[in-house]
């Protein structure tokens, strides 16, 4: 995948990766799986360290992450507007 090809700056890819990688060093959080696309087109997919817990197990790509109260969120901002739109 080539970020140039997909109009996006590689540059702030690049800084993207540095970001995750230093926040992941200060124990701000385990690991991450990052997906950047524009217009359907992917430029990166990535998993950066671990699922944390006694297992430790490497991020893939296709991890599964439980969002909890997290979509509660969406959905209430979804509800919120099909009011608003009648």
């Excluded at 997919?45 to 817990?53: D, I, K, L, T």
């Amino acid at each position: 995948m080539s970020a140039e090809v997909k109009g996006l700056n590689p540059e702030r890819l690049n800084h993207l990766r540095e970001a995750i990688a230093e926040d992941m060093a200060k124990d701000r959080y385990f690991g991450a799986v990052v997906l950047v696309a524009r217009h359907g087109e992917v430029a990166m997919h990535e998993a950066f360290g671990h699922s944390g817990g006694e297992e430790r197990k490497a991020l893939q790509p296709d991890s599964v992450f439980s969002l909890f109260s997290l979509t509660k969120c969406f959905t209430n901002v979804l509800a919120l507007r099909a009011i608003e739109l009648g």
